[in-house]
């Protein structure tokens, strides 16, 4: 069994103050020749899939860190114009779109990349975002769930529009397409009325789902291919995994429906001394404090003493994140309930996130990986890099020949699709259920 591999490619890092180090270019990530670079890595190396995250609006750390980058889907549109075999990943957020356009472009990314294309949908934590968008304030976590969970019913309606083998094109008659193969969505809901049908006919991208709360998790298991998790202990990991594939069972799926892609960061050094080195350099340019105190504010515990333990029984009961993630929050739960930890050791274990960072040699990291996948907690990872800059080319170059060699890892080949490589079977949604467009 091998394990899928994605790259997230966030500038400058997961430590995003990687961009104050002496080598670092501090306008990379406005750079298409910087990204290019990157992209081709992964193409020659074959990777499965090239992620960026974002956000409609303006980073909030825009004074000390380089933000939210340029729009990713014409980023990524343009990265797979100089790749051949990497899948494009790129989030976008069902709070505030439409779904006819965002079916419609993923569909077309789906179309010009020949099967290479996977949307990352969220529901937007940024608080920013919701003013761009004529709103005072997010709507409330459960509601913008219920309407990614209608967001994404009406994406797939859309995305099923046309039979397979609709266009007859029969020069002898003028016949162009049998009419009666093309359905409209006709959704009428709580939040969105949509009569479709999409004007060209396509296969349905892949779709990831980030949520970690009640609300995300029910989407993925129902409707996503793959779902993106956060997880510091295996125990935490495995729990979630046998819960997605369990709840994708109950929505009528099978398990193997639904993949589970768990979030690591790297740091690799030439040896071991090297990345501590580099490890030491980089929480040099981070504000510890700074992060620390943020990490109390995200786990609703205020004011407090930066270096005192906080065990599992200091947390309040549920977590407060009606504006952050409840997936971060369980992670790094299950982390103190197996140590306490001050703020300033979660500051510096898990640097800007709950994700779990790994320092070490390429072959450490091998192994971490290796372990991590023998232990059953995810179908794959999805890798994030401390410095991008410098992690991204070591894991490719050094960590991926490693997981080759063990036969952890199968490089991507041409022609094949992202949906063949994650193993995920097409969405069985087509047809059913939509009304014939008159014809
Ligand atoms: C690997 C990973 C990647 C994510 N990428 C994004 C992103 O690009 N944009 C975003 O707004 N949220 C992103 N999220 C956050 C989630 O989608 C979700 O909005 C957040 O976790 C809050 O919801 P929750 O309480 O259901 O977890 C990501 C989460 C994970 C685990």
Same mark, same amino acid.
């Given at each position: 069994?091998? %394990?899928? *591999?994605?790259?997230?490619?966030?500038?400058?890092?997961?430590?995003?103050?990687?961009?104050?180090?002496?080598?670092?270019?501090?306008?990379?990530?406005?750079?298409?020749?910087? %990204?290019?670079?990157?992209?081709?890595?992964?193409?020659?190396?074959?990777?499965?899939?090239?992620?960026?995250?974002?956000?409609?609006?303006?980073?909030?750390?825009?004074?000390?860190?380089?933000?939210?980058?340029?729009?990713?889907?014409?980023?990524?549109?343009? *990265?797979?114009?100089?790749?051949?075999?990497?899948?494009?990943?790129?989030?976008?957020?069902?709070? !505030?779109?439409?779904?006819?356009?965002?079916?419609?472009?993923?569909?077309?990314?789906?179309?010009?990349?020949?099967?290479?294309?996977?949307?990352?949908?969220?529901?937007? !934590?940024?608080?920013?975002?919701?003013?761009?968008?004529?709103?005072?304030?997010?709507?409330?976590?459960?509601?913008?769930?219920?309407?990614? $969970?209608?967001?994404?019913?009406?994406?797939?309606?859309?995305?099923?529009?046309?039979?397979?083998?609709?266009?007859?094109?029969?020069?002898?008659?003028?016949?162009?397409?049998?009419?009666?193969?093309?359905?409209?969505?006709? $959704?009428?809901?709580?939040?969105?009325?949509?009569?479709?049908?999409?004007?060209?006919?396509?296969?349905?991208?892949?779709?990831?789902?980030?949520?970690?709360?009640?609300?995300?998790?029910?989407?993925?298991?129902?409707?996503?291919?793959?779902?993106?998790?956060?997880?510091?202990?295996?125990?935490?990991?495995?729990?979630?995994?046998?819960?997605?594939?369990?709840?994708?069972?109950?929505?009528?799926?099978?398990?193997?429906?639904?993949?589970?892609?768990?979030?690591?960061?790297?740091?690799?050094?030439?040896?071991? #001394? #090297?990345?501590?080195?580099?490890?030491?350099?980089?929480?040099?340019?981070?504000?510890?404090?700074?992060?620390?105190?943020?990490?109390?504010?995200?786990?609703?515990?205020? #004011?407090?003493?930066?270096?005192?333990?906080?065990?599992?029984?200091?947390?309040?009961?549920?977590?407060?994140?009606?504006?952050?993630?409840?997936?971060?929050?369980?992670?790094?739960?299950?982390?103190?309930?197996?140590?306490?930890?001050?703020?300033?050791?979660?500051?510096?274990?898990?640097?800007?996130?709950?994700?779990?960072?790994?320092?070490?040699?390429?072959?450490?990291?091998?192994?971490?990986?290796?372990?991590?996948?023998?232990?059953?907690?995810?179908?794959?990872?999805?890798?994030?890099?401390?410095?991008?800059?410098?992690? %991204?080319?070591?894991?490719?170059?050094?960590?991926?020949?490693?997981?080759?060699?063990?036969?952890?890892?199968?490089?991507?080949?041409?022609?094949?699709?992202?949906?063949?490589? *994650?193993?995920?079977?097409?969405?069985?949604?087509?047809?059913?259920?939509?009304?014939?467009?008159?014809?």
């Amino acid at each position: 069994m091998t %394990f899928h *591999l994605i790259a997230s490619l966030m500038t400058p890092g997961h430590f995003r103050s990687a961009w104050r180090l002496p080598d670092a270019d501090p306008h990379a990530y406005l750079d298409i020749d910087y %990204f290019r670079g990157l992209a081709r890595i992964a193409d020659e190396v074959g990777l499965d899939a090239i992620f960026l995250g974002d956000a409609p609006a303006l980073g909030p750390e825009i004074a000390t860190n380089p933000g939210t980058g340029i729009d990713p889907l014409i980023l990524l549109g343009h *990265l797979a114009a100089v790749t051949e075999r990497v899948g494009v990943l790129v989030t976008s957020s069902t709070s !505030y779109n439409s779904p006819y356009n965002l079916a419609r472009r993923f569909q077309a990314l789906d179309i010009v990349t020949k099967g290479r294309a996977a949307v990352n949908l969220v529901t937007t !934590y940024a608080p920013a975002a919701a003013a761009n968008f004529g709103q005072t304030e997010p709507a409330a976590k459960e509601t913008r769930y219920r309407r990614a $969970h209608e967001f994404l019913t009406v994406v797939r309606r859309l995305w099923d529009s046309w039979e397979p083998g609709a266009i007859v094109a029969d020069k002898a008659s003028g016949r162009y397409v049998d009419p009666g193969s093309i359905h409209a969505a006709d $959704h009428h809901g709580e939040f969105f009325s949509v009569a479709g049908p999409l004007p060209v006919p396509g296969d349905h991208p892949v779709v990831v789902q980030a949520g970690g709360s009640e609300g995300g998790l029910n989407l993925g298991a129902e409707l996503a291919d793959v779902v993106f998790t956060v997880a510091q202990t295996q125990a935490k990991a495995i729990a979630f995994r046998d819960d997605i594939r369990r709840r994708a069972v109950a929505a009528g799926r099978g398990a193997d429906d639904v993949k589970i892609s768990l979030g690591v960061i790297v740091l690799i050094g030439e040896t071991e #001394d #090297d990345a501590r080195t580099r490890a030491d350099e980089l929480y040099a340019t981070l504000g510890l404090d700074q992060l620390a105190r943020g990490v109390l504010a995200a786990l609703g515990l205020g #004011d407090r003493d930066l270096d005192e333990p906080i065990g599992i029984a200091d947390l309040p009961e549920v977590p407060v994140a009606e504006a952050g993630s409840v997936g971060f929050q369980v992670s790094t739960r299950a982390l103190l309930a197996e140590r306490p930890l001050s703020a300033r050791e979660l500051a510096r274990h898990a640097p800007g996130s709950g994700h779990r960072l790994v320092v070490g040699t390429a072959e450490q990291i091998a192994d971490d990986l290796e372990s991590w996948y023998r232990a059953g907690t995810a179908d794959g990872f999805t890798i994030m890099y401390a410095d991008t800059a410098v992690d %991204f080319e070591r894991f490719a170059r050094l960590v991926v020949p490693l997981l080759i060699d063990r036969g952890l890892f199968r490089p991507a080949e041409s022609g094949s699709t992202l949906r063949d490589r *994650l193993d995920v079977p097409q969405y069985g949604q087509r047809r059913t259920g939509n009304a014939a467009v008159a014809g």
